[in-house]
């Protein structure tokens, strides 16, 4: 039932966006060139891997320049993804791996191969849940960029203390999840619920 909602509902809304998306793309193209979309190796369900859509919002070659998570006002970021980023814009995109099965609209984000090589056996019980745009911890680290920005080893902290709690509170949604929870969540995401409601 869930994977019904999510693909009807990505379906329509990539079509009500449409016009929206072509805009952001044409402003991607002129203000920061190409390319505009940005395809990133993923760990889905099962331990696949999968490229994740996003709107490119870094330069080109920000993963041989930099970290592999974004802290703070990261130089890498373009004119245009400082306001996608804050808008969450640039996730857009994602609706494409829903339509296609790889992601839902709930569950854990998909982390990056080299984050997924350091889960603990239990942690990787996560990978038995298919991975979504948002959920609870994607609500709960919104401010995540910022959070890493006062901490002298970003990635270290990101790994030893983020990264777990963020297990953790998806398997805690993934073990009573359900259709009408998912939708408050996509409600809370979007400021229109109080993530305490979730």
């Known amino acids: ?105 709930v569950g854990p984000r998909p982390e990056l191969p080299r984050f997924v090589d350091l889960y603990t056996e239990a942690q990787r019980r996560v990978l038995d849940l298919r991975p979504g745009i948002t959920d609870p911890a994607s609500i709960a680290y919104r401010s995540e960029s910022d959070l890493l920005a006062g901490r002298e080893d970003p990635e270290g902290y990101y790994i030893g203390m983020i990264l777990p709690d963020k297990i953790r509170l998806s398997l805690e949604y993934g073990a009573k999840a359900s259709l009408w929870r998912n939708v408050k969540v996509i409600l809370a995401t979007l400021g229109l619920l109080p993530p305490a409601r979730v």
Do not use: C, H
Request: glycine letters at 12%; a positive charge.
């Open 1 to 105: 039932m869930t994977r019904i909602f999510d693909f009807i509902v990505a379906v329509v809304g990539l079509l009500l966006l449409l016009p929206g998306l072509l805009l952001v793309a044409a402003l991607i193209r002129i203000v920061d060139g190409a390319p505009v979309f940005y395809r990133q190796v993923r760990v889905g369900r099962g331990g696949r891997p999968f490229r994740i859509w996003k709107f490119r919002t870094m330069g080109v070659d920000s993963e041989r320049t930099g970290r592999a998570i974004t802290v703070g006002r990261d130089p890498r970021i373009t004119r245009t993804g400082v306001w996608l980023r804050r808008w969450k814009l640039d996730e857009l995109p994602q609706l494409i791996n829903v339509v296609v099965g790889e992601m839902g609209f």
